[in-house]
Every structure is written in C-alpha cells, then in structure tokens.
C-alpha cells in the first residue's frame, strides 16, 4: 500500500499568489516525521519544512507552511506568495521504521509552475 | 560542516556492462547511508540503506547491489545493466534515526543505458 499519496500531479499558480500542495499518508506508528523537498530541474534535493507527530503547531519556514491535520492523516504544503523561482518539483516524504534503521519514503511529486 | 558527494554527474553505459556509483560524505561519522532512484518524472524509490560499515539492507529486488566498506562510503553497483536501470540515482545521508532527522541528498547521477 502507498505510504505517501500526492494526488496532485502537476499545479499551476501565478506569481504572488498562494497555492497549496497535497499530501495524505498512511502510517499505524504513533510517531512519526513528515517532510517536504523541493527539487528544481538541476536534480539536487532541497529540505523545505518538518512535521512531527506530536508537534501541536503547523511548521512554518518563511514562505512555507504545513497544514498538518493528524485525524485526516493529512500534511499539504502552503506556499504564499509564489515567486517564478518556486517552479520545481515537490515531494512529501515520511520517516518510517524499516528492519534496520529507518528512512524517508516518498511520494510520487507534483510538479508546481510559476506564471508571471 | 557536512558535504555529500556523488560521482559522475552524468553517465551513458551500454546495455550489459558493469556500473559504479560512488557516495561520500564529509565532516560526520557513522552517518546513515541511502541510495534512492528517481525514474523521469516519478518519485524517489528507496533501493539501498546503511546503517554502518558492512551492513547493507535492500528494500527492492534490482539488478544492483550495494556496499560500504567505509564509514563515510557507499558504492552502488550493477554486473550488467539493464534497459531498466536508466534513472537519476541520489545517495543520501542521514546523522541518526531520529524522526526529525531530515535527510540531505547528493547532487545526483543521471544515468542513462543504452
């Protein structure tokens, strides 16, 4: 079963405007971790924001925020202000206990375009 | 502070023939160690992790395998590659298992067979 799940394929929004990206996950653990990445077309894999489990606030880091609701077991990345620069690839990602360590699994992405 | 490597940027290797990728990471020790594919357009797919030297565990059966035989390298190798094998590979390290722990990535090898 897919453990993270973005439904969004490719999002398109205009400079200035905010957007939202989703992410649903599928998790029986009590603890867990949640992380966007941003990917740029060069490749390179860049850390956005954090969630944990427990946290009782939404993260937030500059421009971005997570809309974190734990019942609905959902984690969607807020981006204000969109710049054309934000154009990439997003990824959420979750921490998971795996037989000797632990690692991020990742969603499939969706792809965010930037307009002027 | 901490670096990762990742060589070469960019590779082309006829169907069949051997492949080496090479990780390293600089400025940590005992670091956790990861080898993710990302198909074009697709998300990232967990291959290999390592917790220390030796010790490789394996989350997809593939026509790779990987090792470590140093504290601060990971090497990811195929005997003959396949059609299939075509991707963008990241190492990735991790300073501990702690939930909160993120992960930074290498720049990435774009690996194209033939």
């Known amino acids: 079963a897919q453990k993270i799940t973005q439904t969004q394929p490719g999002m398109f929004v205009q400079e200035k405007e905010a957007v939202t990206l989703d992410c649903t996950y599928d998790?029986?653990?009590?603890?867990?971790?949640l992380f966007w990445y941003k990917q740029p077309s060069s490749g390179e894999m860049i850390f956005l924001i954090y969630?944990?489990?427990?946290?009782?606030q939404n993260a937030t880091e500059g421009r971005y925020s997570l809309n974190f609701q734990k019942a609905r077991k959902s984690a969607n990345l807020v981006i204000s202000a969109s710049q054309l620069g934000d154009s990439a690839m997003y990824f959420c990602?979750?921490?998971?206990?795996?037989?000797?360590?632990?690692?991020?699994?990742f969603g499939k992405g969706t792809t965010l375009s930037v307009s002027s | 502070s901490q670096t990762i490597h990742q060589w070469p940027a960019t590779l082309v290797q006829p169907v069949g023939s051997p492949l080496s990728l090479e990780c390293t990471v600089e400025g940590t020790s005992n670091p956790n160690l990861y080898w993710y594919r990302q198909a074009a357009g697709r998300g990232l797919q967990l291959l290999f992790y390592s917790v220390g030297i030796g010790q490789i565990s394996s989350e997809v059966p593939q026509n790779l395998s990987a090792s470590r035989p140093q504290d601060r390298q990971f090497i990811l190798s195929s005997k003959k590659l396949l059609l299939s094998d075509s991707g963008f590979y990241l190492c990735?390290?991790?300073?501990?298992?702690?939930?909160?722990?993120?992960?930074?990535f290498g720049q990435g090898t774009r690996l194209t067979v033939v």
């Open positions: 969630q944990g489990s427990y946290d009782q």
């Open positions: 998790t029986s653990d009590p603890s867990y971790g």
């Open positions: 990602a979750m921490r998971e206990f795996l037989q000797a360590g632990t690692a991020l699994i």
């Open positions: 990735a390290w991790v300073k501990g298992a702690g939930l909160n722990t993120e992960a930074f």
